[in-house]
């Protein structure tokens, strides 16, 4: 499957206890909430000449302006979200492990920021083995990864969320048309194991039980 795309221009665990994502404002269910591992993902992100960055989650234009026009990425939309919805929709989610290990045209060690969102919370087992595998081999030396875990099994069908960047310590959290999922928690151990040769630079558990992790390639 061919990649959207669009070309624009160590610490072991550390766990900082968080509050409850805080609203900085809300229009509707579109609340805006606060981020502590974005700013730290945008550091190292930034500090490559020329930084390529793949995006996991959907097209959302103010986050493709974000990080074509401000920061000068050459980025990949890279839409894990859509794969699910389709997969989901056509009861054929144990193809994803096979979909993943195809899906990325991008050389070994060639890009240097990963945003994973909320993704691997979706994913059975085996699909989550297969990804996290080309995570690994396409990050270089120095590149950094950020995904959100929850900590706590959700039994109810839960729908997909866009992330769009708002600034860089906020994103709007709005719902994805999809028909969503049922989201598996992962332990910090399950993390730290199927990222093997990534260091996890920086942990933040916020009160709302979801985990975000930066984990970075030496």
Known sequence: ?????????????????????????????????????????LTALTSQPSPVLLDFGPVIGTNVEFFGERLGCKLFIEDIVSDLDRHTRAGTLDALPGVFDTRFRHADASVDGILCWDVFDFLDKASTQVLARQVIRMLRPGGAVMGLFCTQAKTEHLP???????????????????????????????????????????????????????????
């Not at 072991?12 to 730290?40: C, I, M, N, W, Y």
């Open 1 to 41: 499957m061919l990649s959207d795309i669009l070309k624009w221009g160590g610490k072991r665990l550390e766990q900082t206890q968080a509050g409850t994502p805080r609203s900085v404002s809300a229009s509707g269910d579109e609340p805006v909430v606060g981020s502590k591992a974005f700013p730290k993902f």
């Open 160 to 218: 997909f969320t866009k992330y769009e960047i708002v600034d860089d310590n906020n994103f709007r959290h709005r719902q994805h048309p999809g028909v969503g999922g049922v989201k598996r928690a992962l332990q910090n151990r399950d993390i730290i194991r199927m990222f093997e040769g990534l260091v996890v630079s920086d942990s933040f558990l916020l009160k709302s039980n979801i985990r975000e992790m930066l984990l970075r390639r030496r």
